[in-house]
């Protein structure tokens, strides 16, 4: 593995092989460039996202081992399953996703400032209208109460943040995004770095290589139906408990 890390060309969008990222910091590829569409793209597609914080330069990770959520495979706690029966949420995708970005761009309690800056929210939201970054969203009563975004390549779904402003509120924005995108055929919700929080949840670290093995095959494959011709199969947390729930075969 290589200890160089790139300086990108403003002048290209090109970025260096995803397997060249630092040992240290672990993951860190690249940087500089920019945040426009076409670099976003290109980088989503070799398995590189941006991570930095306001009045750094951007960052581009690639980070070895990578955290993956098997869609198909879901291992959903009983507790949740309950919660999620009980609860009179409604589900959506891409009804709100810049009410959603805006919430998860806001601090939290247990870390300073946030990595979502206006720039990065520009950026988000310009790959929104192009169709490529989708949100799911969770409602009480007609509030938004929690929801997920992420950037569709193909049959991969790689998740950006998430917020939830109820108990376990986030955790069915999660779960709907897995659902939603089992049942389009894309096997893994990228969760890029693995915490104690993804990993309770069910998602597991694979090698980077695997990682890009899978990319590589479903970046060019259909996904996820365009921004507004969903027809959501699970309009409420009640019918996707029952399809979670056992015996239920994920995928079907």
């Keep these: ?57 951007i960052a581009w990770w690639s980070p ?37 970005i805006e919430a998860c761009a806001q601090p939290r309690q247990d870390a300073n400032g946030t990595w979502i800056t206006p720039a990065m929210r520009k950026a988000y939201l310009q790959l929104h209208r192009q169709g490529q970054a989708r949100s799911f969203e969770v409602w009480e009563q007609g ?15 790689s998740g950006e943040s998430m917020f939830g402003r109820v108990r376990d509120g986030s955790k069915a924005a999660l779960f709907y995004a897995c659902a939603m995108l089992a049942q389009y055929g894309c096997p893994w919700l990228d969760a890029q770095v693995s915490n104690s929080h993804t990993l309770s949840l069910g998602a597991k670290e694979y090698p980077r290589e695997h990682f890009l093995y899978e990319l590589e095959r479903l970046r060019d494959q259909a996904g996820l139906p365009g921004v507004g011709k969903l ?17 239920h075969k994920q995928g079907g």
């Design 1 to 57: 593995m290589s200890q160089t890390l790139y300086q990108l060309d403003p002048e290209h969008c090109g970025f260096p092989p995803a397997d060249q990222a630092l040992y240290s910091p672990p993951g860190l590829l690249a940087i500089g460039g920019d945040l426009h569409s076409q670099r976003l793209l290109e980088a989503y597609r070799h398995g590189i996202f941006p991570w930095y914080s306001e009045g750094e330069p």
């Design 64 to 100: 070895d081992p990578r955290c993956l959520f098997d869609t198909q495979n879901l291992q959903i706690p009983r507790r949740l399953l309950r919660t999620f029966r009980n609860k009179a949420w409604t589900l959506s995708m891409d009804r709100a996703f810049a009410e959603v």
């Design 143 to 157: 509030r938004l109460v929690a929801g997920l975004y992420g950037v569709a390549v193909g049959g991969l779904f």
């Design 231 to 247: 027809r959501t199969p699970w309009p409420n947390t009640q019918a996707l408990s029952a399809w979670l729930s056992p015996p």
